[in-house]
C-alpha cells in the first residue's frame, strides 16, 4: 500500500493562513488524494480530495506537486476549531478499490 | 440523511465476553469500512466490504475478530472472547462506490474490557 508521511504537529496562529505538508512519493497513478480531520472525541471527517489538479471547497484548498509525490492542504484563515488532527490518506482505485489507510496525521494547535 | 450510525456508543465488558459492534452505513453507500483506534497504534484499517463482499481483511487482528455485512444497511464486528487489549474506539465508515467519494465516519462505538 502506499504510505503518507507528514510532519507530527503544527503550529499556527489565529486567523493565519496554515499549510500543512504530505509526502506520498510511492503514488500510483490511480491513487487518490484525500485529506480529513479528526476533532477530539468525533470520529474522522472529510476535508477534501483530487487527483492531479489543485482543488478548492468551502473549507480549504489542495494544492498537488507535479509529480502527485507530495501535496499540501491549506487552510486559509485558522479558526479555533480548526485545531484537530490532520490525516493524509490514499485511496486506490486499482486492485485494493477504495481501501484507504491511515497515518499518524499532523495534530495541528491554534493559537489565540 | 441521518449519517452513519454506531452501536452501541459506549461497552464496558469483562475479558472473555463477546462483544458485538454494529453499523449501519449511509443509505445508497456501497462500500463500508471498519476501523481501530488507540492511542498506540492510531487508526488502523480491520476490514472493508464493496457491495456486501469483504475484499481486504488483513488488518483483522486475530481470528477472534470476525465481520459480517448480511446486507447493504447492516455490519457487525464481533470480537469473541475480548481481552483487555481489544479496549479500543471502534469506527465504522461508508461511502459511494469507487474513490473520488468521501469516506463517511460514525461516531465510533468506545470498548472497555476489563
Not at chain 2, 463477546?18 to 481501530?36: A, D, M, Q
Request: proline share 6%.
Amino acid at each position: 500500500d502506499a504510505k503518507t508521511t507528514q510532519p507530527n504537529s503544527m503550529e499556527s496562529n489565529e486567523e493565519e493562513p496554515v499549510h500543512l505538508p504530505c509526502n506520498h512519493s510511492t503514488i500510483s497513478g490511480t491513487d487518490y488524494i484525500h485529506w480529513y480531520r479528526q476533532l477530539p472525541s468525533q470520529g474522522p471527517e472529510y476535508v477534501i480530495h483530487g487527483l492531479t489538479s489543485n482543488v478548492n471547497n468551502r473549507m480549504a484548498s489542495l494544492a498537488i506537486a507535479e509529480d502527485r509525490k507530495s501535496s499540501t492542504l491549506i487552510l486559509h484563515r485558522a479558526t479555533l476549531r480548526d485545531a484537530a488532527v490532520y490525516y493524509c490518506i490514499l485511496r486506490d482505485e486499482g486492485t485494493n478499490a477504495g481501501k484507504s489507510t491511515f497515518g499518524d496525521g499532523t495534530t495541528l494547535t491554534v493559537k489565540p | 440523511d441521518a449519517g452513519v450510525i454506531q452501536s452501541p456508543r459506549h461497552e464496558v465488558t469483562e475479558m472473555g465476553q463477546e462483544v458485538t459492534l454494529r453499523c449501519k452505513p449511509i443509505s445508497g453507500h456501497n462500500s463500508l469500512f471498519w476501523y481501530r483506534q488507540t492511542m498506540m497504534r492510531g487508526l488502523e484499517l480491520l476490514i472493508y466490504f464493496n457491495n456486501n463482499v469483504p475484499i481486504d481483511d488483513s488488518g483483522m487482528p486475530e481470528d477472534r475478530f470476525s465481520a459480517k455485512m448480511p446486507n447493504a444497511s447492516f455490519s457487525t464486528l464481533k470480537i469473541q472472547p475480548s481481552e483487555p487489549r481489544d479496549s479500543a474506539v471502534y469506527f465504522c465508515a461508508s461511502s459511494r462506490a469507487g474513490v473520488t467519494g468521501e469516506l463517511f465516519f460514525g461516531e465510533g462505538s468506545r470498548l472497555t474490557v476489563l
